[in-house]
């Protein structure tokens, strides 16, 4: 296993809570009952994620296995994504056609590598007839990250598909060919199911309205401009702590609590301002962060009134 792999494992079962860590491990199905009695689960959770990138290595675990693990990862915390549901049009007179869920997997991957030189793509079957698509996506010049995927849920002979990705939008008409109506006698590039982005009257797009607030107060912070060029913020705090609790060690301290906190990137301001669209913080930001431009600084001290 090379050190890519072997990182791809490490921050994979890294992401996984304590509490559900043998729960998944059992359903990963992927290391034996005996491997797993070996680790002691009792130790620092980094030692436990060492031992079982070893116990991975010895199995000689592929990408493959790694993409399987974060799908099933990914399908216990499903209610933390936003899904977005696309209906699928056949063309007028097409027949609904026996569905092979294998010859489909084989006809998706092919498509997209066949587009695409640099793309991963897993399947993992699930219950009532559906099945998880992992895709990582690449360049023709970039590999596949594999740290930011495309997640598609299909239910074989429905017209429906559910998408979950930051940057899925770029890729629809590519991935719109992959589901392909599957005909014994029509080859795959001269028959393709059409992704349609027009969504069905009784289709309910739940995220719509949050997304819009999302953008509209992004824009008010920010602007509809390119943000100044600023690669850190750093925050000094002197304040003493606050506890609603009564007693406590620090509680009774007198001298504050003094901490540093710095916040890098190539490009600070857009990073923030990206944040929220993104899914990762929600709007309105601190305005100890939104405050950057305007008061024309990035070094603060924070101390209690």
């Given at each position: 296993?090379?050190?890519?792999?072997?990182?791809?494992?490490?921050?994979?079962?890294?992401?996984?809570?304590?509490?559900?860590?043998?729960?998944?491990?059992?359903?990963?199905?992927?290391?034996?009952?005996?491997?797993?009695?070996?680790?002691?689960?009792?130790?620092?959770?980094?030692?436990?994620?060492?031992?079982?990138?070893?116990?991975?290595?010895?199995?000689?675990?592929?990408?493959?296995?790694?993409?399987?693990?974060?799908?099933?990862?990914?399908?216990?915390?499903?209610?933390?994504?936003?899904?977005?549901?696309?209906?699928?049009?056949?063309?007028?007179?097409?027949?609904?056609?026996?569905?092979?869920?294998?010859?489909?997997?084989?006809?998706?991957?092919?498509?997209?590598?066949?587009?695409?030189?640099?793309?991963?793509?897993?399947?993992?079957?699930?219950?009532?007839?559906?099945?998880?698509?992992?895709?990582?996506?690449?360049?023709?010049?970039?590999?596949?990250?594999?740290?930011?995927?495309?997640?598609?849920?299909?239910?074989?002979?429905?017209?429906y598909a559910?998408?979950?990705?930051?940057?899925?939008?770029?890729?629809?008409?590519?991935?719109?060919?992959?589901?392909?109506?599957?005909?014994?006698?029509?080859?795959?590039?001269?028959?393709?199911?059409?992704?349609?982005?027009?969504?069905?009257s009784r289709?309910?797009?739940?995220?719509?309205?949050?997304?819009?607030?999302?953008?509209?107060?992004?824009?008010?912070i920010f602007?509809?401009?390119?943000?100044?060029?600023?690669?850190?913020?750093?925050?000094?705090?002197?304040?003493?702590?606050?506890?609603?609790?009564?007693?406590?060690?620090?509680?009774?301290?007198?001298?504050?609590?003094?901490?540093?906190?710095?916040?890098?990137?190539?490009?600070?301001?857009?990073?923030?301002?990206?944040?929220?669209?993104?899914?990762?913080?929600?709007?309105?930001?601190?305005?100890?962060?939104?405050?950057?431009?305007?008061?024309?600084?990035?070094?603060?001290?924070?101390?209690?009134?």
């Amino acid at each position: 296993m090379d050190e890519t792999l072997a990182e791809f494992f490490r921050r994979t079962i890294l992401k996984i809570p304590m509490t559900e860590m043998m729960t998944v491990l059992k359903t990963w199905n992927f290391l034996s009952e005996n491997q797993l009695q070996t680790v002691n689960f009792r130790q620092r959770k980094e030692s436990i994620v060492q031992d079982l990138v070893l116990l991975c290595e010895e199995n000689r675990a592929s990408l493959n296995d790694a993409a399987h693990l974060d799908i099933i990862y990914t399908q216990f915390h499903r209610h933390q994504k936003i899904w977005d549901v696309f209906q699928m049009s056949k063309g007028p007179g097409d027949d609904i056609d026996l569905f092979d869920m294998e010859q489909f997997k084989s006809s998706f991957k092919k498509i997209l590598q066949r587009a695409l030189k640099n793309v991963t793509v897993s399947f993992k079957d699930a219950e009532e007839n559906s099945v998880w698509i992992r895709i990582a996506w690449g360049t023709q010049y970039k590999k596949p990250n594999q740290y930011k995927p495309a997640y598609v849920v299909y239910y074989s002979q429905t017209p429906y598909a559910f998408t979950s990705s930051s940057q899925l939008k770029s890729n629809l008409p590519l991935l719109g060919q992959s589901f392909e109506t599957h005909n014994s006698t029509t080859s795959l590039q001269e028959r393709s199911l059409g992704l349609d982005i027009n969504m069905n009257s009784r289709i309910i797009h739940e995220n719509k309205v949050e997304k819009e607030r999302v953008q509209r107060v992004t824009q008010e912070i920010f602007g509809d401009y390119p943000q100044p060029r600023l690669e850190f913020a750093q925050y000094k705090l002197e304040t003493k702590f606050k506890s609603d609790l009564n007693g406590g060690i620090l509680a009774e301290r007198e001298e504050p609590l003094r901490c540093l906190v710095k916040f890098s990137s190539p490009h600070l301001l857009e990073a923030l301002k990206s944040l929220a669209p993104a899914g990762i913080a929600d709007v309105p930001l601190s305005p100890l962060l939104t405050c950057i431009p305007n008061k024309g600084k990035n070094y603060f001290k924070i101390r209690d009134k």
